[in-house]
């Protein structure tokens, strides 16, 4: 979608994201709005895509930008990257997915088949941007996006366990293509 599109589907982007986040209905305006400030950010950065999924309705989206070596895009990532994947960055072969947004039963149902509407979204974005492995950053609380990312084909970063992870309120998981 461009910047645009975006701006015309903030409400749906956002009851999406609200019906897909958990908690209840007293829960979603807040987060809901902290989830529009976070894409409102995000959609300004170079390289920026946000992909959809509809049927009568939007059902799912999946976003984020590729990265080099420095920028802004490090809050909140720094000290958790390895070497490589530093390298990675500085080649242009590294992608930040911000936000996987698929409802519940397909955080729960069929996670280990290529046509996961969240593995295809992520294999989309990785592939219209040439990228060699993605990032995402995790709230190390927020157990049930984990394991749903996990079940998704996502791995710790080398050395990262549940049990020997960084301190720091969050985690950092890694997709290769």
Same mark, same amino acid.
């Given at each position: 979608m461009t910047r645009r599109q975006i701006e015309d589907h903030l409400q749906e982007l956002g009851d999406l994201y609200a019906e897909t986040s958990g908690g209840g209905p007293w829960a979603w305006n807040q987060a809901r709005g902290a989830f529009l400030?976070?894409?409102a950010a995000d959609v300004r950065r170079p390289g920026f895509e946000l992909l959809i999924a509809e049927t009568t309705a939007l059902t799912g989206c999946a976003y984020g930008f590729p990265v080099r070596g420095d920028g802004p895009w490090w809050e909140g990532f720094d000290g958790y990257l390895p070497g490589r994947l530093l390298r990675l960055a500085a080649s242009g072969s590294l992608f930040v997915i911000s936000g996987i947004h698929? #409802?519940? &039963? /397909?955080?729960?149902q069929n996670q280990d088949r290529a046509w996961n509407l969240a593995r295809r979204l992520q294999k989309r974005l990785l592939t219209?941007?040439?990228a060699a492995v993605a990032v995402t950053l995790v709230n190390r609380s927020d157990?049930?996006?984990v394991e749903a990312l996990r079940s998704w084909g996502w791995r710790y970063i080398e050395g990262d366990t549940p049990?020997?992870?960084?301190?720091? #309120?969050? &985690? /950092?998981?890694?997709?290769?293509?």
């Open positions: 400030r976070r894409l698929v #409802p519940s &039963r /397909v955080r729960r219209d941007h040439g157990h049930r996006t049990r020997t992870a960084l301190p720091g #309120p969050f &985690r /950092v998981l890694v997709l290769e293509t």
